[in-house]
């Protein structure tokens, strides 16, 4: 942390570079920027000789109808400009973030919560844009400040000397507003992720909320975000309260020091009022110059903050998907078995597996069984090499999966589990999701048969391109479940992961979902975590795992004579299933 804080600039600068900033138009926009400004400059001395009461000087008045629709126009075609180049920008950063965002490992997306990462392509990139945009601005006031300094000093140098006093002022002032505005904005925004998390949690689980009767708690949790809020906007206020007469102190002085000394060298002939009231203009516009500096100032922190969050993203490595070895090679030179040697796993920094070794023999069935918690899910995410583990190997017969292409291997593996992600989309995008070629609609019908679904499907009336909503919603899990396993047919992968597939279903699904899945896993390499003893016993190979470790390994007649977790686990099952019969 220490140390991306000591190169945020460095983060801010890179990032601006990788974004492929369209220089030429910024270029374009300072151009006339300046030009724009030049024109203004030459402004107050006109406007001066028609003040000290040349009104009818058709030179001089038309003189200023040139130099302003000049400056006018040429501010407008710059504004116009940054206009066109704020949008790049921003989708340029955004295009950068996006597909680190997506590449990263699993084990970085739980550093943050998913509202967090959110924010880091749709908040964040707004306040580099931003800085990019003023820089130009800053560097236009520049021109404008050290240009209205040349003229002023030209007219008289005393009295552009006797401004010079004020600066440590301007610069005290500035340090002082610039730093507890920056803080109260700090908590301004704070305030504002905080409300912003707070209602994207709560109104799609508005659900949950209502069965269980929490609005009224709800609602007083909601007011207490929003007064959060309230109070760090107030305090944001309260700053502004001093920071603006201040500010403006700056203002009244220097025009102070222009009327009183300017009068005073009126008086003694060394001016003439026409100067002063120039004088008296300029230095308006260097007033204005001079508070842009502050708000830049700002601009560029919040952008270095923005750049040290997005760094994170950016510097994560991608997960390398191309390896030495393709799929099917791994498949001809091995025997296709997976194993896990001497496995140990940690999510951040508990420890969840340890010390795993087991065989998945091809083409067979194998169950994995025991205590909730104990790890079995995990168990499949390092099968599908979501996570490396922390110790030991993942290898296909002896070959180390991590030679075989990672994309290929996942792509190999069907995973169905208890509550099946669907995206918002059509069924038939969800079906078909992951896969790279056309689908006819012969193959469609075929596999949603397959996977029991094809009845429910053809009773919507929009069949296979009805909306399936957030999440799914719209479907129950049962049906949830058979677009998964449609799925899991269409990608004919060779191995099949069943996460507890039939749990929590009615008796009907479960009965079309159980048949369906005979189907799927005729011919394929299954593992099956399941609860259900009626699905292990017939299992080939039962993996008892207990708190994290192997506990038994055997066939159903072998762990029921020398296992004492699997007997235990199958009287409970034996005694659940004795109190759900019917008794006569
Ligand atoms: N993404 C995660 N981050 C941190 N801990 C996790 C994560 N997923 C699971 N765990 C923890 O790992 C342990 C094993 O979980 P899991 O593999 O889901 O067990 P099982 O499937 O056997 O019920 C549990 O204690 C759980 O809290
Ligand atoms: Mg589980």
New binding site residues.
């Given amino acids: 942390m220490q140390e991306t804080k000591k190169h945020g600039w460095k983060e801010f600068f890179q990032l601006v570079l990788k974004a492929k900033l369209p220089w030429h138009l910024y270029i374009l926009a300072l151009i006339g920027l300046f030009a724009s400004t030049t024109f203004t400059l030459g402004l107050p001395v006109v406007m001066s000789e028609i003040f000290a009461g040349n009104i009818f000087d058709f030179e001089i008045v038309s003189k200023y109808f040139v130099l302003m629709i000049a400056s006018l126009s040429l501010a407008a075609i710059s504004a116009f400009l940054i206009y066109i180049t704020n949008p790049i920008v921003m989708r340029n950063i955004q295009w950068i973030i996006w597909p680190k965002l997506i590449r990263m490992p699993m084990r970085k997306y739980?550093k943050q919560p998913s509202l967090q990462l959110i924010s880091r392509i749709t908040v964040d990139p707004g306040f580099i844009d931003r800085a990019v945009a003023d820089l130009n601005n800053v560097l236009n006031s520049t021109y404008g400040l050290v240009g209205s300094f040349i003229i002023m000093y030209g007219m008289s140098s005393k009295l552009t000397l006797a401004l010079l006093p004020i600066i440590p002022y301007i610069l005290i002032v500035s340090a002082i507003t610039g730093h507890f505005t920056q803080k109260t904005q700090y908590g301004v925004q704070h305030a504002f992720s905080g409300l912003t998390a707070f209602f994207a949690e709560r109104l799609p689980k508005i659900r949950l909320v209502k069965s269980f009767g929490k609005e009224d708690k709800e609602i007083d949790r909601g007011k207490t975000i929003i007064q959060d809020q309230y109070q760090a906007d107030k305090k944001r206020a309260l700053v502004d309260l001093f920071a603006q007469p201040l500010l403006n102190s700056i203002q009244g002085i220097i025009i102070g020091i222009v009327l009183v000394y300017g009068s005073y060298l009126v008086s003694k002939g060394e001016m003439k009022v026409s100067q002063v009231i120039a004088f008296y203009m300029y230095v308006q516009y260097l007033h204005m110059s001079v508070t842009q500096y502050g708000r830049f100032w700002q601009t560029l922190k919040q952008a270095k903050g923005a750049s040290e969050k997005i760094a994170q993203i950016l510097d994560s490595k991608d997960e390398v998907l191309k390896r030495d070895k393709s799929l099917d090679d791994a498949k001809q030179q091995t025997s296709g078995d997976i194993v896990l040697e001497n496995v140990s796993f940690s999510?951040?920094d508990?420890k969840?597996l340890s010390n795993l070794n087991f065989t998945i023999p091809k083409g067979k069935v194998t169950a994995i069984i025991?205590?909730?918690?104990?790890?079995?899910?995990?168990?499949f995410s390092l099968i599908e090499r979501l996570y490396d583990p922390n110790v030991g190997r993942v290898l296909m017969g002896n070959m180390p999966a991590e030679k075989i292409n990672l994309d290929e291997w996942r792509h190999g593996m069907a995973y169905v589990s208890q509550s099946t992600p669907l995206i918002s989309g059509t069924i038939r995008e969800n079906i078909t999701y992951g896969l790279d070629r056309e689908v006819a609609d012969e193959e469609l019908v075929h596999v949603a048969k397959m996977a029991a679904a094809l009845e429910f499907i053809q009773e919507f009336p929009d069949g296979f391109d009805t909306e399936v909503g957030e999440f799914g919603s719209k479907l129950s899990g049962g049906q949830r479940q058979r677009i998964a396993i449609a799925r899991a047919f269409i990608m004919d992968s060779q191995y099949l992961l069943l996460?507890e597939a039939t749990s929590n279903l009615d008796a009907q699904s479960e009965y079309l979902i159980e048949r369906a899945l005979q189907k799927l896993m005729k011919n394929r390499t299954t593992i099956m975590?399941s609860h259900d003893l009626k699905d292990v016993k017939n299992a080939d190979q039962i993996i008892v795992?207990d708190q994290?470790e192997v506990n038994g390994i055997g066939t159903h007649q072998e762990l029921s004579e020398s296992n004492e977790l699997y007997q235990h686990l199958t009287k409970l099952q034996s005694e659940k299933d004795a109190k759900l019969l019917p008794v006569f």
């Fill in positions: 739980e999510y951040a508990t969840v025991g205590p909730s918690g104990g790890g079995k899910s995990t168990i996460d975590i795992i994290g």
